[in-house]
């Protein structure tokens, strides 16, 4: 049999702390977001408005990629973060949590007595 490499409590540990996160990861990345679309207009507005030599305006283009990417990220973060704080809105999905976490702290006392084992011999 072949031994795992992650113990049970601790994915399920991890589940619960994404859901019990995901709202707040959300809300973070919607932020940032927004921040890079900030920056973005900020570079936009430079480039229309700025008599820039090509050298800066090379510059301003990768800073305006690089600005497009990092957005690409917070929102594909976002997009992902959407359906499990739909989830945790849900009636019932406390009590799915609470029951949860019950059994991250079940599992690890398990794992806490197969840390442990230990044998008595029982013959004299």
């Known amino acids: 049999m072949k031994k795992r490499e992650e113990k049970m409590?601790?994915?399920l540990a991890q589940a619960v702390k994404l859901l019990n996160d995901a709202e707040k990861a959300c809300a973070a990345n919607y932020e940032m977001m927004k921040e890079q679309d900030a920056k973005t207009q900020d570079l936009l507005h430079k480039l229309e408005l700025e008599n820039l030599t090509r050298d800066?305006?090379?510059?301003l283009s990768t800073q305006l990629r690089d600005c497009r990417r990092l957005?690409?990220?917070y929102k594909d973060a976002w997009e992902e973060l959407q359906p499990i704080v739909e989830f945790t809105e849900e009636p019932g999905s406390k009590e799915i949590l609470q029951k949860m976490t019950q059994i991250v702290s079940e599992l690890?006392?398990?794992d806490k007595y197969h840390q442990n084992r230990f044998y008595v011999p029982k013959a004299g």
Do not use: G, L, M, P
């Open 9 to 11: 409590s601790e994915i």
């Open 56 to 59: 800066q305006r090379a510059t």
């Open 71 to 73: 957005r690409r990220c």
């Open 108 to 110: 690890r006392k398990v």
